[in-house]
């Protein structure tokens, strides 16, 4: 029997249908998928279909149970990962959910004598990842767990073959988003015989740009795209373009230190500068505030000064990032009450402070000893500016400065944030309306993002 071994498809239809047309050329009788349709790609409900359509004995992956039941509520600690979860689950079609559904987690054929296991990550979890380097210790235990012969896997995305003690372990590669820094799709040929065994990998060029485009033409971030351009996860993406980006800062130096006497908007970017921010990002946040704030003005009715203090904390509200991600948001906090670089008192720092760390993270407290020491209307006024340079730094949650425009209606119901966007930016309003949580507390009404392409 001649089977082609498939897996991670992640919804990238062009890299699947390039794999099935070189299999077919191939004569293959059958083919097998060990999981993961959806993710990441564009083409979810597609995948599904063009599976089905090939009588593909398939199984499911942790992936597609994952976006069969993520949370429409709750994000997770990252929220590319949730919204990709989110994407899939609200882009396929109920006969697609229902046919995963139907699908199990692993499934053991006999084949020419041959005892075969058909699992996702190992026969112990679905999560597992098994690499060409798993120690053999911990192959030795997967062999007693899975009686079989022959074990067929995937999930790290690294394509293998190793025998031991008599058990071949077989990852198939990626479809549809290798991690081995070979973007081509990936798939094995297995032939199986009384007395005959072969496995051979093939690595297959196939439509990049239309795969990429219709990740970027979906609203989908463009980490997605770097994943299936570079051949590498999420993480290895992310990182790479973090590195990147400190790299640029590092050649840019600061404008020399502003005078005491100076204008301070010149000190603050003194400072932005000297904390190495991301100034694309910046900007377009703070031109995002400040138009929020202009057309919020009939709600707040706050003035001048207070739009001088969003200005001064949407200019700095990333500079914490100089000392890593994690708690950023407070970090900026402190930069800004300790910096001899600011020309402002303790009182405009402690507002301006404020509201650079409410942009993210936990809301507005009187626990917090900062907001607490901070009179009644000045923490409503610090709420009021958090409120909205959180919504307008959700609406850059790509760093890619797709919105163009926006403009506001409000109602005694809900406030309507009308955005132009060069491109569906679906992640930048899932974001911005979990971050917007603050913004209806304060104004007692529902937000609600809506986007039109210009």
């Known amino acids: 029997m001649k089977v082609a071994l498939i897996g991670d498809v992640h919804a990238n239809l062009p890299a699947l249908e390039a794999v099935l047309e070189d299999a077919h050329r191939r004569d293959v009788e059958a083919v097998w998928n060990i999981g993961d349709f959806v993710g990441y790609g564009p083409f979810p409900d597609e995948v599904v279909k063009r599976l089905q359509q090939e009588e593909a004995l398939s199984i499911v992956g942790n992936y597609d149970l994952k976006a069969l039941k993520v949370s ?3 994000g997770s600690k990252n929220p590319e990962k949730w919204f990709a979860f989110k994407w899939a689950h609200d882009n396929l079609s109920k006969p697609s959910r229902r046919y995963l559904k139907s699908l199990p987690e692993e499934m053991r054929l006999e084949i020419a004598g041959k005892r075969i ?3 996702h990550g190992s026969p112990a979890s679905n999560k597992e990842h098994l690499t060409p380097d798993t120690p053999e210790e911990r192959l030795r235990e997967l062999i007693n767990l899975a009686d079989a012969d022959i074990i067929i896997c995937g999930h790290s995305h690294q394509p293998f073959k190793r025998k031991f003690e008599g058990v ?8 549809g988003r290798p991690d081995d820094g070979d973007p081509r799709a990936c798939y094995a040929v297995m032939i199986i015989r009384p007395r005959f065994f072969q496995l051979r990998h ?10 990429t485009a219709a990740i970027r033409d979906g609203g989908l971030p463009e ?3 770097q994943m299936i351009s570079q051949g590498h996860n999420l993480d290895a993406v992310l990182e790479e373009a973090e590195k990147t980006d400190k790299a640029k800062k590092a050649a840019k130096k600061p404008s020399s230190r502003p005078r005491a006497d100076d204008d301070p908007l010149k000190a603050v970017l003194y400072l932005a500068e000297s904390c190495e921010y991301e100034v694309g990002h910046t900007h377009q946040v703070t031109r995002l505030a400040l138009r929020l704030f202009d057309e919020l003005h009939p709600l707040h009715q706050l003035g001048a000064e207070e739009r001088s203090w969003l200005h001064m904390g949407a200019l700095l509200h990333d500079i914490g990032w100089i000392e890593g991600q994690k708690g950023h948001h407070k970090t900026a906090l402190r930069i800004i009450l300790k910096t001899k670089l600011l020309p402002f008192d303790n009182r405009e720092r402690l507002l301006i402070g404020s509201i650079a760390r409410y942009h993210r993270g936990a809301l507005p407290k009187k626990k917090h000893d900062h907001f607490a020491t901070l009179k009644l209307s000045e923490r409503q006024i610090v709420s009021v500016l958090a409120a909205i340079l959180r919504v307008a730094d959700g609406l850059d949650r790509s760093h890619q400065s797709l919105i163009q ?5 409000v109602t005694p119901e809900q406030i309507l944030v009308r955005c132009s966007a060069l491109r569906p930016a679906e992640l930048e309003r899932e974001i911005a309306m979990r971050k917007g949580q603050l913004m209806e507390k304060v104004f007692k009404r529902n937000l609600v993002i809506e986007f039109q392409q210009p």
Do not use: H, M, P
């Not at 093939?202 to 795969?211: G, N, T, W």
């Open 168 to 175: 071949w372990f077989i990852n198939t590669g990626s479809v």
């Open 202 to 211: 093939y690595r297959i060029e196939y439509d990049l740009e239309q795969a």
């Open 117 to 119: 296991l058909l699992t």
């Open 405 to 409: 425009d926006l403009s506001c209606e």
């Open 223 to 225: 980490s997605f795209a």
């Open 72 to 74: 429409k509520k709750k």
